[in-house]
């Protein structure tokens, strides 16, 4: 079993951060990506940060400049810093990841629960 527990959202003035962090847990062989995707109400789930295998990173466009994405290899943490945030940033925040769970077996996308980020005044 594999388990991506989030912590960190909740309630922010614009212009104000926010720390999201993830840690995955469990049987897990490999990791090939790890990130964050979001879901504001009404709109389609969309990729936030995310590493890739390798280690090179992937922004969406409108959070460039304001939020960083940092991972802890030795904890299978992942940790999302965002900065400047906008009242359109207000969504869920999933955390996602790419494991292997042993030597042979194929690759599946898991998912943590969400956690809640509101910008507002």
């Known amino acids: 079993q594999v388990q991506l527990v989030e912590s960190g959202g909740g309630l922010v003035q614009p212009g104000g951060s926010l720390r999201l962090s993830c840690a995955a847990s469990?049987?897990?062989?490999?990791?090939?990506?790890m990130g964050w995707y979001r879901q504001a109400p009404g709109k389609e789930r969309e990729l936030v940060a995310v590493?890739?295998?390798?280690?090179?990173?992937n922004y969406t466009d409108s959070v460039k400049g304001r939020f960083i994405i940092s991972r802890d290899n030795a904890t299978n943490t992942v940790n999302l810093q965002m900065n400047s945030l906008k009242p359109v940033d207000t969504a869920v925040y999933y955390c996602?990841?790419?494991?292997?769970?042993?030597?042979?077996?194929?690759?599946?996308?898991?998912w943590g629960q969400g956690t809640q980020v509101t910008v507002s005044s």
């Open positions: 996602y990841a790419d494991i292997r769970r042993r030597v042979g077996a194929r690759r599946n996308a898991y």
């Open positions: 469990g049987s897990i062989f490999g990791i090939y990506a």
């Open positions: 590493f890739n295998r390798g280690g090179s990173t």
